[in-house]
T-cell receptor, first 113, second 111 residues
Framework: DAGVTQSPTHLIKTRGQQVTLRCSPK?????VSWYQQALGQGPQFIFQ???????QRGNFPDRFSGHQFPNYSSELNVNALLLGDSALYLC????????????FGPGTRLTVL | QKEVEQNSGPLSVPEGAIASLNCTYS??????FFWYRQYSGKSPELIMS????GDKEDGRFTAQLNKASQYVSLLIRDSQPSDSATYLC???????????FGAGTILRVKS
């Protein structure tokens, strides 16, 4: 049973560039949530996708956008990168009709120079 | 006031002892509660979930929930060096909702 997968593992960008991160949820899951984790902090919720629509959004600017595809996989896009966007980006998958147990992928480490 | 608060630690316990990790949350409407373990450089791993007041046991782990006191705890019995990690408490307002995390407690188990 495949778990949550994310790509790429690591990414280095410069300020002002754009980045796309990808996530495939655990088999059987239909909901994808994205989190940003800065060093020494807990993950911060960015947004959640279900049925190809953004259902909830955290306190992140519009530079952060996403998409969910019919096969439930998802992308996170960040435009106009800032140094402060350097973090571990985590994708979590869950099944909408359950008690919200979310399972995380390995994450993408983004470094903005 | 932070929504979910944890003591940052580090909490140091000897091998074989009981480690007790605590978490408080601010929103009385919270419905579901989770403990994640995160090793350095890795992603969080779900180890316990709890939804109603009382205790829930799974192997060496026991989660305790007291909604009246807005308090969640995790007990790890017979602590092992491999339990050394950061433990994250997460809370959700509604089923299917976003998770709000604490900053985590660093646990060190000394052999």
């Amino acid at each position: 049973d495949a778990g949550v997968t994310q790509s790429p593992t690591h990414l280095i960008k410069t300020r002002g560039q754009q980045v796309t991160l990808r996530c495939s949820p655990k088999s059987g899951h239909d909901t994808v949530s994205w989190y940003q984790q800065a060093l020494g902090q807990g993950p911060q919720f960015i947004f959640q996708y279900y049925e190809e629509e953004e259902r909830q959004r955290g306190n992140f600017p519009d530079r952060f956008s996403g998409h969910q595809f019919p096969n439930y996989s998802s992308e996170l896009n960040v435009n106009a990168l800032l140094l402060g966007d350097s973090a571990l980006y985590l994708c979590a998958s869950s099944l909408r009709q359950t008690y919200n147990e979310q399972f995380f992928g390995p994450g993408t480490r983004l470094t903005v120079l | 006031q932070k929504e979910v608060e944890q003591n940052s630690g580090p909490l140091s316990v000897p091998e074989g002892a009981i480690a007790s990790l605590n978490c408080t949350y601010s929103d009385r409407g919270s419905q579901s509660f989770f403990w994640y373990r995160q090793y350095s450089g890795k992603s969080p791993e779900l180890i316990m979930s709890i939804y109603s007041n009382g205790d829930k046991e799974d192997g060496r782990f026991t989660a305790q929930l007291n909604k009246a006191s807005q308090y969640v705890s995790l007990l790890i019995r017979d602590s092992q060096p491999s339990d050394s990690a950061t433990y994250l408490c997460a809370v959700a307002m509604e089923y299917g909702n976003k998770l709000v995390f604490g900053a985590g407690t660093i646990l060190r188990v000394k052999s």
